[in-house]
């Protein structure tokens, strides 16, 4: 199985580290919807459960937290 998650990275991050565990997602079988670079850093993506349990344990070190990505309404 395979869940939507938006993964967020630290200020100190760089574009090349985000870059590569984008890469680690698509050679896992995950998708890719985007990439943040700009107000934030990080990714939105389909990420399979195999994978997310590798980038769950770098929450702390470079990714600062990780989301379930979800559809928000307002009335």
Do not use: C, H
């Amino acid at each position: 199985m395979s869940g939507m998650y938006i993964v967020v990275f630290k200020d100190y991050v760089t574009n090349d580290q985000i870059l590569d565990a984008v890469a680690g997602v698509r050679s896992a079988g995950g998708q890719i919807r985007e990439v943040y670079t700009s107000v934030l850093k990080g990714f939105s993506a389909t990420i399979p459960d195999s994978y997310f349990s590798q980038l769950q344990s770098l929450v702390g070190g470079p990714i600062d937290y990780i989301e379930e990505d979800q559809v928000l309404s307002i009335f």
